[in-house]
T-cell receptor, first 117, second 109 residues
C-alpha cells in the first residue's frame, strides 16, 4: 500500500539551531503534501499545504520564514524549523494526498517529535 | 483551518464493552475519515465513509454518517486494551482534511 516515510522520528536540538524534517512518498507521486503540528493533548493543526514545484500555502498564524517548506519533487517534501526555540517543541506530521487511490486517500507519515532544549 | 468537534473528549470503559465516539462538522464534505493515534505516534487510518454512504463496517469498527445533521459516530465493539488511543475524525472537502479535537479512549483491563 501507499507509504509515506517521515524522518527523523524524533530529534532533540539546541535552541537557535535549525532542524529539517523529510517526508517521502515511497510508492506514489504526491503532488500535494500537508504539514501538521500537534501540541500535547490537542488535535492536529494544519500548518501549510505544499504543491510540487510551487510555494507552499501557509495557514494563518504560521510564520513562513520560521517553517520553511520545500516540495522540490513529486516524492519529497521537507519542513525546516529555523532558529528553533523551546516553544517549537511539538509533534510534526506530514501527509500526502494519493490521487492514485479511488478515494483520494491521504497517507500519513509516522511523525517527528521535536524537542528544543 | 476550521475544526470539527468530537465528543466525548475522553472515554474510559472496561475491556469487552463497546465504545462510541461522535464527531460533528460544519462544512459540506466529500468523505469523513476516522484515525487512531497512539501516544506520540503517527496517525493510523481506520475507515473512510463517503458522503453518500450512511454506514460502514470494518472488523470491530462501525461508522455511521448523517449528513443532514453533519455528524458521524465511530463504534468499537468488544473493546480491547490495545484499543487505548486517541481517535480523530477528519472531514475531506475539496482538498484538505479538517480535524476534530479527538477523543481519548482508555480501555481498562
Amino acid at each position: 500500500g501507499a507509504v509515506v516515510s517521515q524522518h527523523p522520528s524524533w530529534v532533540i536540538c539546541k535552541s537557535g539551531t535549525s532542524v529539517k524534517i523529510e517526508c517521502r512518498s515511497l510508492d506514489f507521486q504526491a503532488t500535494t503534501m500537508f504539514w501538521y503540528r500537534q501540541f500535547p493533548k490537542q488535535s492536529l493543526m494544519l500548518m501549510a499545504t505544499s504543491n510540487e514545484g510551487s510555494k507552499a500555502t501557509y495557514e494563518q498564524g504560521v510564520e513562513k520564514d520560521k517553517f520553511l517548506i520545500n516540495h522540490a519533487s513529486l516524492t519529497l517534501s521537507t519542513l525546516t524549523v529555523t532558529s528553533a526555540h523551546p516553544e517549537d517543541s511539538s509533534f510534526y506530521i506530514c501527509s500526502a494526498q494519493n490521487l492514485g487511490l479511488t478515494n483520494y486517500g491521504y497517507t500519513f507519515g509516522s511523525g517527528t517529535r521535536l524537542t528544543v532544549v | 483551518s476550521q475544526q470539527g468537534e468530537e465528543d466525548p473528549q475522553a472515554l474510559s470503559i472496561q475491556e469487552g464493552e463497546n465504545a462510541t465516539m461522535n464527531c460533528s462538522y460544519k462544512t459540506s464534505i466529500n468523505n469523513l475519515q476516522w484515525y487512531r493515534q497512539n501516544s506520540g505516534r503517527g496517525l493510523v487510518h481506520l475507515i473512510l465513509i463517503r458522503s453518500n454512504e450512511r454506514e460502514k463496517h470494518s472488523g470491530r469498527l462501525r461508522v455511521t454518517l448523517d449528513t443532514s445533521k453533519k455528524s458521524s459516530s465511530l463504534l468499537i465493539t468488544a473493546s480491547r486494551a490495545a484499543d487505548t488511543a486517541s481517535y480523530f475524525c477528519a472531514t475531506a472537502g475539496n482538498y484538505q482534511l479538517i480535524w476534530g479535537a479527538g477523543t481519548k479512549l482508555i480501555i481498562k483491563p
